[in-house]
Nanobody, 120 residues
Framework: QVQLVESGGGLVQPGGSLRLSCAAS????????MGWYRQAPGKERELVAA???????NYADSVKGRFTIARDNAKNTVNLQMNSLKPEDTAVYYC??????????????WGQGTQVTVSS
């Protein structure tokens, strides 16, 4: 099995910064794309940022220039640096990984979610 454990959420004032971290562990052979999604109350889950195993990145238009995604392939971790946070960034943030397990099965895995609240 594979587990994704997130950390780093919390309450921050508008204009502030937070850094989310996610560590994957378990029966991992390799990880293709890793990413962060978010879901605000009453809204669908949406992609925030993603990064491939070779470092290609993709961002939602709403976070471009403010958020930066990075990963450490050796440690199976992915981070999301969030700067200039806005109230509309408030949501539960989920880590996602496209994993090939040691039994060579491929599946999507999700973290448990971490709350980010941007409010004065």
């Amino acid at each position: 099995q594979v587990q994704l454990v997130e950390s780093g959420g919390g309450l921050v004032q508008p204009g502030g910064s937070l850094r989310l971290s996610c560590a994957a562990s378990g029966s991992i052979f390799s990880i293709d794309a890793m990413g962060w999604y978010r879901q605000a109350p009453g809204k669908e889950r949406e992609l925030v940022a993603a990064i491939t195993s070779v470092g290609s990145t993709n961002y939602a238009d709403s976070v471009k220039g403010r958020f930066t995604i990075a990963r450490d392939n050796a440690k199976n971790t992915v981070n999301l640096q969030m700067n200039s946070l806005k109230p509309e960034d408030t949501a539960v943030y989920y880590c996602n990984a496209d994993v090939r397990t040691k039994s060579l099965r491929r599946a999507d895995y999700w973290g448990q979610g971490t709350q980010v609240t941007v409010s004065s």
